[in-house]
């Protein structure tokens, strides 16, 4: 069974950094290209950042330079280190497969505050 756990959110001030991980179980995280996504309030989910199969990573425009994602195969955890945060990126963070359809499961993600 699927199952997806995130955490390392927080409130953090404007500049600051967070490392956020996902603990997957259920299939291997090293088969999937797998990704990180946000949802602000008000706004739909946005995908922020992926690492395929073989390792490759993208990201989108506003976080290229500032955020990383990685993973940990002998762990099956992914991770997103998020440095010099702005106002913008407060959001609920959650990680899933890149291949996500409607309707399939989520973890219950992790907030990210950036307040001054």
Same mark, same amino acid.
């Given at each position: ?5 995130? =955490? @390392? @959110?927080?409130?953090?001030?404007? @500049?600051?950094?967070?490392?956020? =991980? ?5 299939? #291997?995280?090293?088969? &999937?290209?797998?990704?990180? /996504? ?14 395929? =199969?073989?390792?490759?990573?993208? /990201?989108? @425009? ?7 994602? =990685?993973?940990?195969?002998?762990? &099956?955890?992914? #991770? ?11 959001? !609920? #963070? /959650?990680?899933?497969?890149?291949? !996500?359809?409607?309707?399939? #499961? ?11």
């Amino acid at each position: 069974q699927v199952q997806l756990v995130e =955490s @390392g @959110g927080g409130l953090v001030q404007p @500049g600051g950094s967070l490392r956020l =991980s996902c603990a997957a179980s259920g299939f #291997y995280i090293s088969a &999937n290209g797998m990704a990180w /996504y946000r949802q602000a309030p008000g706004n739909h989910r946005e995908l922020v950042a992926i690492i395929s =199969s073989s390792g490759d990573t993208t /990201y989108i @425009g506003s976080v290229k330079g500032r955020f990383a994602i =990685s993973r940990d195969i002998a762990r &099956n955890t992914l #991770y997103l280190q998020t440095n010099n945060l702005n106002l913008e990126d407060t959001a !609920v #963070y /959650y990680c899933n497969k890149v291949s !996500v359809r409607p309707g399939n #499961y989520w973890g219950q993600g992790t907030q990210v505050t950036v307040s001054p």
